[in-house]
């Protein structure tokens, strides 16, 4: 049974006059240790999903339909006291401001000790001593300086270890990280996801992490899910979706990663934008901005299907070679 399995679901949030469909029929599952990279521009709904995950939206603020089963259990179905109890202890997030997750009054090492006596039976000092073994975990030098700093002493980068200790000291089994490098340097950047690619190899969580940038998915992931305009356009290994995309959008994506030596006039970007949920097109999403639309793609929707094994797309025309 895989550890996550999300089966056709939608969000619909209820706006002051109508309704906006934010994700439409997602499916996709992650297995235990597994690292699963959604990727999309802009808008296309990766954070709605990640949010989605993690049972954030209540009934007064969104719709939700189909299901997403924890171990076999719906957390769509689940009250709001399961659903707490759920997040508290299965999930972790990580988003991409690390400030997000810290209180900015309190030091790093009460609020390390405060997460993990909420999870574990133990003394104060075994709980100060494992807060103080996963800070040295995470690549954090001086553990003992850190544990007695407010978060405003950190850097950036530091701040991110810090969180991704806390969602680690309370023994997460599934890890959503939302963009979870994108406000550090590229140095800083890289070393965090670094970090994350050893931490799930030893201790076997499972990761699914939001980023707009197919590169950084490429480097982290065992599969890749493409996302497009609220749907699942393209779900692969991650080999087979750098070097052999199915989908239009994918092979745009692809292109528009830079290279080496190439400079910003050089960079190729997807012509057009993203549709809005206040209108999206009633054929295939992405038609306004695919070479390879056919007449037919403006009028029906394409469903995600399994082209072969482990591999899914939403497109009419697969096989169909192009430009981007
Ligand atoms: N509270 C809301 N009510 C209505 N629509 C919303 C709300 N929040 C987000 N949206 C819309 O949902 C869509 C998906 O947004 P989301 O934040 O998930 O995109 P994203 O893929 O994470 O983009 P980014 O890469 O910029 O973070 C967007 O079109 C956005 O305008
Ligand atoms: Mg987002």
Redesign the pocket.
């Known amino acids: 049974m895989a550890l996550l399995e999300v089966k056709q679901h939608s969000l619909f949030?209820h706006?002051d006059e109508r309704t906006?469909n934010?994700l439409d029929r997602v499916s996709f599952h992650v297995e235990k240790g597994e690292i699963l990279g959604i990727v999309?521009?802009?808008?296309?709904?990766?954070?709605?999903?990640?949010?989605s995950i993690m049972g954030l939206y209540p009934a007064n603020?969104a719709r939700k339909e189909g299901s997403i089963l924890y171990e076999g259990k719906d957390l769509l179905a689940m009250s709001a006291k399961q659903r707490e109890r759920y997040r508290g202890e299965h999930v972790s997030m990580i988003f991409?401001n690390p400030n997000t997750s810290l209180n900015p009054v309190i030091t790093i090492g009460k609020q390390m000790i405060d997460i993990i006596s909420e999870h574990k039976r133990m003394s104060k000092k075994d709980a100060k001593n494992l807060a103080i073994k996963w800070l040295g975990e995470v690549g954090l030098a001086q553990a003992e300086d850190i544990f007695a700093s407010y978060p405003h002493q950190l850097s950036g980068g530091m701040k991110q270890r810090v969180v991704i200790a806390m969602a680690l000291s309370c023994d997460a089994e599934l890890i959503v990280a939302?963009?979870p490098t994108t406000a550090l340097d590229v140095t800083t950047q890289f070393q965090i996801l670094r970090l994350i690619k050893r931490l799930q190899k030893e201790y076997r969580v499972s990761i699914v992490i939001?980023t707009?940038n197919i590169g950084v998915a490429g480097y982290l992931c065992d599969r890749i899910m493409v996302?497009y305009?609220?749907q699942v356009i393209e779900v692969g290994p991650t080999e087979q979706i750098l070097r052999n995309p199915v989908h239009s959008y994918t092979k745009g994506l692809l292109k528009c990663l830079p290279g080496q030596g190439k400079n910003i006039d050089e960079l190729y970007t997807i012509p057009g934008t993203?549709p809005?949920?206040l209108d999206f097109p009633s054929g295939c999403r992405y038609s306004s901005r695919c070479q390879l639309a056919q007449p037919h793609c403006k009028e029906h929707a394409p469903q995600l299907e399994q082209l072969v094994v482990g591999i899914y797309t939403a497109c009419f025309y697969p096989e169909k070679e192009c430009e981007a």
Do not use: N, R, T
């Not at 521009?41 to 949010?51: D, T």
């Open positions: 949030f706006g906006f934010i999309g521009e802009s808008g296309c709904g990766k954070s709605m999903l990640a949010g603020v991409q939302d963009e939001v707009h996302m305009a609220g993203v809005s949920p």
